[in-house]
């Protein structure tokens, strides 16, 4: 693989990680206003908390799929 390829595939995966930490972590930030705005319960706030991590987890295992079928660098090398 040349440099530029390297380079580009390298900071795609870097975005990716920014926008997954930025999804994953700025919605527990608005919690308490979540909580006062829409008047949810702790209870209510915990699902949602379970719910994206159950959605990660969820992502992760679908992710494979492809990647054990084709090989990982048909998936990540265009």
Known sequence: MDGVKCRLTKTACRLAMVTSAIVNNFA???????????????????????????????GALLANVPVRRIGHRKCFIP
Do not use: G, K, M, T
């Open 28 to 58: 527990p930030l608005l919690f308490s206003v979540f909580r006062l705005e829409y008047d949810l319960s702790f209870r209510s706030i915990s699902v949602l908390i379970a719910a994206n991590f159950l959605a990660q987890i969820i």
